[in-house]
């Protein structure tokens, strides 16, 4: 488990990673940080997605079903809402985002682990109305996603085309992810109203496939393109643009097509496997992602920011057409265990969340949280 160090030790002890970057090698980290971190909530229950409302407040969901309004001036948390969920090893209340024209159509969207056929574990995308004080029950959208206690995704993102795009794993099957009649090990595209959006590749839900566990999901705010990140096994993490109709190639190819798990070069030709941006081995678990526009934090226009529960933010700088990772940053390394999930504010404030209380961790008393970091 990440080892806690005092805050105040840390610019001292800011480490650089090593790690290839496209054809680029991993620059030093700043010997100081442009920002300060704070707490706005604590008390938190495995916290899994972070999303800023449609009425400037942070919404956040829990493993175990609650979903909370997390005012971000005072830190004040009120319940919105709960789902009945199977919350079990990695499974449980997971991505949540909001209708496209959230005025009109005021609905909440939500993933989440449930009891299916015969008590097995499943996944499936729900919505709530919000009537200003609190969520109404859920309604189905799709079901019967493969989950399990391992590698349930799950991350939903608007796109600028309005359509819900979704994240799902390969929930511990590893074939799922090649076969697209399953909806395992894919990233999923809907309507708002869950139907299979028009010119999908395939003529179903399935967006691509080929993914093991992608669990960060963000498209530019400026050009449009999807980018996901994607726990490997214990090699090769990935972020990967992701492509309509595209094959990533799990579980035939780890990371690249360099044949370091056997004839990955000869699939990667048949199947036209995309390859990803950058990857990491030994891995780090990379989680949620989001991308920071404002100008508030010196440098950080731009970014590309992700968590991970080996405990540590992400900054990565992209080249001026998004295909390339030029430099990689590590913030907060070691100091507040397993993070879940980022979120940049509008006004250029940062928001993590911890995930101490996953099983997995070593909270502390306070565990879990949601840090702020704002410009000095």
């Given at each position: 488990?990440p ?27 700043p ?52 789902i ?41 995308l ?48 590893s ?45 530019h ?24 109709g ?68 992400y ?10 990772i ?51």
């Open positions: 488990m080892i806690r160090t005092p805050l105040h030790s840390f610019v001292a002890s800011l480490a650089i990673a090593v790690l290839a970057i496209g054809d680029c090698s991993q620059v030093a980290t010997a100081a940080e442009d920002f300060t971190v704070t707490t706005l909530a604590s008390g938190l229950v495995t916290p899994w997605d972070l999303a800023w409302g449609p009425d400037s407040m942070i919404w956040v969901s829990e493993r175990g079903g609650r979903i909370s309004r997390v005012d971000p001036a005072t830190g004040r948390r009120a319940v919105a809402g709960a009945a969920v199977r919350e079990s090893g990695e499974g449980g209340l997971m991505g949540i985002a909001f209708h496209p024209d959230f005025a009109h159509e005021p609905y909440v969207y939500a993933m989440h682990t449930y009891a299916g056929d015969a008590g097995a574990t499943m996944n499936r729900v919505r709530m109305k919000w009537d200003g004080n609190s969520l109404g029950a859920p309604t189905v959208l799709l079901d019967r996603i493969p989950g399990g206690g391992i590698h349930n995704g799950s991350r939903i993102a608007v796109g600028p085309d309005k359509m819900l795009y979704v994240t799902t794993g390969d929930a511990g099957s074939g799922n992810a090649q076969n697209r009649s399953s909806l395992g090990g894919k990233i999923l595209r809907l309507t708002p109203e869950g139907r299979a959006a028009p010119d999908n590749p395939f003529g179903d839900v399935v967006w691509s496939y080929g993914h093991r566990n992608p669990q960060g999901l963000v498209f705010p400026t050009t449009g393109v999807l980018y996901s990140t994607e726990h490997g096994p214990s090699d090769n993490d990935e972020v990967n643009i992701i492509r309509k595209g094959n990533y190639g799990w579980p035939e190819v780890h990371g690249r097509c360099d044949d370091d798990i056997g004839a990955e070069r000869a699939f990667c030709s048949a199947q036209n496997v995309i390859e990803p941006l950058t990857t990491w081995t030994p891995t780090i678990a990379p989680t949620g992602a989001d991308f920071y526009m404002s100008t508030r934090i010196n440098g950080w226009k731009g970014s590309l920011l992700f968590t991970a529960l080996s405990g540590t933010l900054r990565a700088t992209l080249s001026a057409d998004g295909k390339q030029t430099n990689m940053e590590k913030l907060l390394s070691g100091r507040f265990g397993r993070l879940r999930d980022v979120l940049a504010a509008p006004n250029g404030d940062v928001y993590v969340a911890t995930s101490n209380r996953d099983g997995r961790g070593s909270p502390a008393s306070d565990d879990d949280r949601i840090l702020r970091l704002s410009a000095r």
